[in-house]
């Protein structure tokens, strides 16, 4: 039976990142599948035992140069709960089992970390992500700029969520002005 990864939160994530807590959300782990396989990641990726492209390139768009520094600051998941599988499989699709599973847990992550922001790096993820409100409104194709949706917490507190490219394919400079742009944007305010 495969293992649900648990989600990183660095020891700094409730301060986050320009006072926003900040949630990022990538695909598929491949290859190792333990409930600590997403810890294990970051961890290796902090230290410098691992060099990994779409993590590097994260942080850069975020504006750290230094992992910890980064890394520290926030939560960090895949949509795919469990392995994808191995190496070979590690450009694959999840399974009908692990979206439905990815779903549900898309949702409480946000419920047990609360973030402000959720930064989903996978339009391959985005796609099979939860319905925002947009969606269940109709209104997901009028998009805000950079094409921010909103979750809603059970008490009410919204999560302004925004899909974004891969890193492997998109311009480091797009990116860049995608993250700061979202993040100069006023805080989502809980509906009265």
């Known amino acids: 039976m495969n293992e649900i990864h648990i989600p990183w939160c660095g020891d700094r994530h409730r301060e986050g990142i320009s006072g926003r807590r900040i949630a990022i959300a990538g695909y598929s782990h491949w290859d190792a599948d333990d409930e600590n396989s997403t810890q294990r990641t970051i961890r290796k990726v902090m230290n410098g035992c691992w060099k990994i492209a779409f993590f590097d390139r994260i942080r850069d768009y975020f504006g750290f140069t230094d992992h910890a520094a980064f890394w520290q600051r926030v939560t960090f ?4 709960p469990t392995s994808i599988g191995p190496l070979e499989n590690r450009y694959g699709w999840a399974t009908p089992e692990q979206v439905t ?3 549900t ?3 409480e992550i946000l419920e047990m970390q609360r973030p402000d922001e959720l930064f989903v790096f996978t339009r391959k993820g985005w796609n099979v992500f939860p319905p925002t409100i947009e969606d269940e409104l109709g209104r997901a194709e009028e998009n805000q700029p950079h094409g921010w949706q909103t979750y809603r917490l059970r008490d009410g507190t919204p ?3 925004t899909g974004l490219r891969h890193p492997q394919f998109a311009r480091k400079q797009d990116m860049i002005a995608a993250v700061s742009a979202i993040l100069k944007l006023s805080p989502l305010t809980k509906a009265a």
């Not at 998941?77 to 795919?80: K, L």
Request: hydrophobic residues 60%; without cysteine.
């Open 77 to 80: 998941f895949n949509f795919v």
């Open 101 to 103: 599973l990815g779903r």
């Open 105 to 107: 847990r898309v949702l």
């Open 159 to 161: 999560v302004r969520a």
